[in-house]
DNA sequence: GTGGTCTAGACCACA
DNA sequence: GTGGTCTAGACCACA
């Protein structure tokens, strides 16, 4: 279900997350659910059980997932992984924001910009559904 | 001329970059003109040569200066730092884009976080914290 | 008649205990009566055997119930039963007072706290959420 | 100026944490300061580096410090750290609460046994600075 | 088996 | 040197 990238340079650990946080978005890991234990995730991935520790931990610490010793982690609240996911996004436009700006790009030109990113969609005449 | 912020999470040779480029586009470095010596800027910046040295590296990768060896390292495009800012920049944004739209992040409100959070500038109804 | 959660912070064994301090208390469990065999509760509440054999063992040595080799667990008193709890209860309480005063929460800060997470009661002017 | 306690039941590295905030709290790190490094810091407390990194890892985590690859790590927010403190010291406070509740113990009377386990203070004509 | 803690040691980018 | 990531492996309480 999860697929990690060696070669990123995005840590391990953070796809571990961003993989979780997905599945719980996408609804095939529903609150109250019990994910899969940090051993056989870490067979399963091929992964140090350290790092999907670091990642379950990270996670509990957001309060997406909660992890109780000798019984398992369980996904506490679909709403805080949403927030991570958003939290984290409107940080990267803000910051987005002020490198355009320092690279003499105009609000306007950025927000075109922006829009002709927008994955899956196009530039002119575009429906969004 | 350049200040460094130890504190900041963009690397400090990324912040030589982003100033000499900056000064560039000031006007304060025409084209031709010679830049500070590799050893003098690092004590000027109280930084480490090394990392004054692979900022200039990669401005003359870029095309934005040349280095002459022996004789110092000069101003070589006014244009290609203009370009390399904007560049940056774009990709940062492309990149941001994506990330806001995994977020669940709509194009619309998207362009709006873009745009409270240009710097400088307010739309009508904006306040500034 | 015990109810376990098995994402509760709490160790099983202790949800266990407390469990059948609660039946003694209530009056569900005169002294002298039987309870059930570790084995037949573990299975009734879906729990480890070994965790069972560890509530009624940290019961024994409270004094609460009394196991007769053979032949079964009994309880043992009902003092010991409420004794335990309190005392429990009384050193939570003890720790949460010294650990609220090293946070800087003052003594009447801490007593509203508290009597502001009072379950079940209200005060006047409390509202629950 | 920080003491481990390697029997203690509180980990390692949130001992560290807890004596990182004391000192901030103290005035003894104010805000900007540079903290030692992960590892001299592990050097000083005989303690491994990885085990001071998840320390200052959770601390940045709330905000308390910030660390810079290559730079070192500052105090950030006094506040935050005070806000640590508090929001634990108060989830333990609402924990003895229920316990003491459910233990038969009377609001009333938890009041009391919470203001004589005050430290540093008397059971009656107290005065407080 | 399950999460949690800790040590040891390697490697990386950055300074 | 400085923070950050990762693996390997040990040990603990709890189930």
């Known amino acids: 279900m999860i697929t990690l990238d060696p070669q990123s340079r995005v840590p391990i650990y953070r796809q571990i997350e961003n993989g979780i946080i997905g599945l719980i978005l996408l609804g095939a890991c ?3 659910s ?3 234990s ?11 059980p350290n790092t999907v520790q670091k990642a379950y931990q990270e996670l509990e610490g957001w309060g997406v997932i909660a ?14 992984a ?5 939290r984290q996004a409107v ?7 002020r490198e355009a700006a320092l690279a003499g790009i105009g609000r306007e030109e950025a927000a075109g910009i922006l829009s002709r990113a927008w994955p899956g969609e196009k530039e002119e005449g575009e429906e969004d559904d």
């Open 91 to 97: 940080q990267t436009l803000e910051a987005a924001a």
């Open 34 to 36: 019990r994910l899969p």
């Open 38 to 48: 940090v051993r056989s995730l870490a067979v399963k991935l091929s992964a140090n």
């Open 67 to 80: 992890s109780v010793g000798g019984r398992g982690s369980f996904v506490r609240s679909a709403e805080a």
């Open 30 to 32: 529903p609150e109250g």
């Open 82 to 86: 949403r927030a991570v996911l958003r």
